[in-house]
C-alpha cells in the first residue's frame, strides 16, 4: 500500500470524530490572463472542534493538492463574514437612502 501524503492523513485524521460533518462541490473554472482554466474539488470537512479544508485543482500543468488547516479556514471565514456583512450594510444604507429621498419627493411606495 503507498504510504498517505499529508492531504490522506488530513482527511483520514477528520472523517469519523465526534460531530463530523462534510461537503464536497466540483467546480469548474474559467481561464483568467495569470491562471488556466481548472476543475477544482473543495472539501469542507468540520467536527466538533476544528475546520479543515481540501482543495484539489487539476489544469493543463498538472493536479495540485493543498489541505487549509483550522486556524487557516477560521480566518478565510471570518473575512468572508465580515465582508458580507459590511456589503449588507452598504446595500441597506443605500436603500434607506433611497426610501428617503423618495418620501422627500413624495413618492408613495410605487415611486409616484
Not at 53 to 70: C, M, T, Y
Not at 75 to 81: A, G, I, K, N
Not at 95 to 112: F, I, W, Y
Request: charged letters at 30%; a positive charge; glycine letters at 8%.
Amino acid at each position: 500500500m503507498p504510504e498517505q501524503d499529508r492531504f490522506d492523513k488530513a482527511r483520514e485524521a477528520v472523517a469519523g470524530t465526534p460531530g463530523y460533518q462534510r461537503r464536497a462541490s466540483t467546480v469548474m473554472s474559467d481561464p483568467m490572463s495569470f491562471m488556466p482554466g481548472a476543475t477544482w474539488i473543495v472539501e469542507t470537512m468540520r467536527n466538533k472542534d476544528t475546520w479543515t479544508i481540501l482543495l484539489q485543482s487539476v489544469d493543463s500543468e498538472g493536479g495540485k493538492r493543498l489541505v487549509i488547516p483550522n486556524r487557516v479556514a477560521e480566518t478565510l471565514y471570518r473575512h468572508y463574514d465580515s465582508i458580507i456583512k459590511t456589503s449588507k450594510s452598504l446595500r441597506a444604507k443605500a436603500g434607506a437612502e433611497t426610501r428617503k429621498q423618495k418620501k422627500e419627493r413624495g413618492g408613495g411606495k410605487d415611486g409616484s
